[in-house]
């Protein structure tokens, strides 16, 4: 059963109960159907492969069976013996032994004997597929947990040793599937805050991009480019670093003495840089100026560390704000590098810059139109 509530923060809150009759159906036929795959191995060596097929076939068959049963309000699904009500799904208990004629070649060079340990093996496993609610009930103790949990490892194991890679991948999926089973019937109900659990997964997918975005940056022949560029250009770092510097003048400082044209042709302009060090000062004040145009005012007497960690603060409430903020702490980043440390950075950083530039500037105006309305 499934209900929805809110917390405090108005986050949603869903809290599932489950339901015990479903989890030990579940729970029978993971521990008896790898101990089936396991014993039929032993008794097919020369076959090279245990029976599949049939135990999952009877176990829909029985589970069908059961739900007519339970759902049959007039009896149209039983018949009275002597005043008794016995259910009709009991009159197909031969029924494994008919499946079993249907395999009966690969018996031909085996005693009798086997094929009638076969036919009560799956026998029992179709008597326990057929339990109804009621019975499953009183199945709810420590003993039968354990007791199911040792078929499911003997089966397991005797495939492991004997049986195909088939066989060895169903019975660990039901081993699993049994240790969930009993852990979901000790907790009774898991309450999940789906709110939380979005955003964790956003951040995941957010950090896949990003790294995947990294490796193909490192794998480019771009990046290898800048590389050679980067070695060409490089120059010593100083011994100190100021970083109490103003903001790059985005008006007439010397970043624009060889193009002579308004930022807002940047695109324009930064392939005419032949210096790389200049590509990413004009980049950087060319981010500043689509600041001060969408509405983000930008103080010159601020450091760039300054106005970084004020824009975090300003702008912190959704997803959208933090991509803005990790696109331009990015570009901050290189940018000080750039200008207080008269150096390149790791080309990997730098390599797609004019992305990086136009999405800055694209979720800043996106940003200030939503604050607005």
């Avoid at 069908?64 to 009275?80: A, I, R, V």
């Avoid at 100190?240 to 985005?250: F, L, V």
């Avoid at 702490?329 to 950075?345: A, D």
Wanted: with cysteine; glycine share 4%; hydrophobic share 40%.
């Amino acid at each position: 059963m499934r209900q929805v509530s809110y917390n405090k923060k108005g986050q949603k809150i869903v809290t599932v109960t489950f339901d015990p009759y479903f989890l030990t159906v579940m729970m029978i036929f993971c521990s008896l159907y790898p101990f089936v795959l396991g014993l039929t191995t032993v008794t097919r060596l020369d076959v090279g492969k245990p029976i599949y097929i049939i135990p999952l076939l009877l176990f829909a068959v029985a589970r069908f069976l059961t739900y007519l049963d339970e759902t049959d309000q007039k009896g149209k699904y039983s018949f009275k013996v002597k005043g008794v009500k016995i259910p009709i799904k009991y009159l197909t208990l031969p029924l494994p032994f008919v499946f079993m004629l249907v395999n009966f070649n690969a018996y031909t060079l085996k005693s009798p004997v086997v094929f009638l340990i076969d036919w009560i093996v799956l026998s029992v496993f179709y008597y326990f597929s057929l339990i109804s609610k009621k019975n499953a009930t009183k199945l709810l103790k420590m003993f039968h947990f354990f007791l199911g949990l040792l078929f499911c490892v003997g089966g397991f194991y005797i495939s492991l040793r004997l049986s195909t890679d088939l066989a060895v991948s169903l019975s660990f999926l039901c081993l699993i599937t049994y240790f969930i089973g009993m852990l979901l019937i000790g907790a009774k109900q898991i309450s999940i805050n789906t709110s939380a659990v979005k955003e964790m997964v956003e951040k995941f997918l957010r950090f896949v991009r990003n790294l995947l975005r990294q490796i193909g940056r490192i794998l480019s022949p771009k990046q290898n480019f800048y590389r050679f560029m980067n070695f060409l250009t490089k120059r010593n770092q100083k011994n100190t670093i100021a970083y109490d510097d103003i903001i790059e003048d985005i008006d007439n400082g010397k970043i624009y003495e060889d193009i002579n044209e308004h930022p807002k042709y940047y695109f324009k302009n930064i392939r005419k840089f032949i210096n790389l060090m200049l590509k990413i000062r004009y980049s950087y004040a060319y981010v500043l100026y689509s600041f001060n145009e969408c509405g983000i005012p930008v103080d010159k007497t601020d450091t760039p560390s300054q106005l970084k960690g004020r824009l975090k603060k300003e702008y912190d409430r959704t997803d959208e704000h933090y991509v803005f903020n990790n696109y331009f702490s990015r570009l901050t980043s290189i940018y000080e590098i750039v200008r207080y440390g008269e150096k390149l950075p790791d080309p990997s950083e730098y390599a797609d810059i004019e992305n990086d530039v136009k999405s800055t500037v694209r979720l800043a105006k996106t940003i200030v139109k939503k604050s607005v309305k």
